[in-house]
Nanobody, 123 residues
Framework: QVQVVESGGGFVQAGDSLRLTCVASGRSFVGLAMAWFRQAPGKEREFVATKMGNGGAAYYADSAKGRFTISRDANKNTVYLQMNGLKPEDTAVYYC????????????????WGQGTQVTVSS
């Protein structure tokens, strides 16, 4: 049984940093894309960043470029999202997801999802 568990969210001030962690278990994820999405209140879930498997490339939403960094530890089936320079508009529930295939910038490509971790950025 595949499990995806996020951690690291919290309440921070604008300009602060947070690192989110996602641990996946239940199968091999080495060759699969692992990503972060987020959903703010009243808005649709949106893509933040993804890291391809087997040491492949990373892709970012425009809102994340230059501030967020996604990385993976393949040996631990873990993906991280380092978020710097946080803004109030980054407030959302952040979800980790694993894709079996498809357009990795779209939520439809992702088959396994975590429960999410809340990030709140105060001005």
């Amino acid at each position: 049984q595949v499990q995806v568990v996020e951690s690291g969210g919290g309440f921070v001030q604008a300009g602060d940093s947070l690192r989110l962690t996602c641990v996946a278990s239940g199968r091999s994820f080495v060759g699969l894309a692992m990503a972060w999405f987020r959903q703010a209140p009243g808005k649709e879930r949106e893509f933040v960043a993804t890291k391809m498997g087997n040491g492949g490339a990373a892709y970012y939403a425009d809102s994340a470029k230059g501030r967020f960094t996604i990385s993976r530890d393949a040996n631990k089936n873990t993906v991280y999202l380092q978020m710097n320079g946080l803004k109030p508009e980054d407030t959302a529930v952040y979800y980790c997801a694993v894709a079996l295939g498809g357009d990795v910038t779209r939520s439809g490509a992702y088959d396994y999802w975590g429960q999410g971790t809340q990030v709140t950025v105060s001005s």
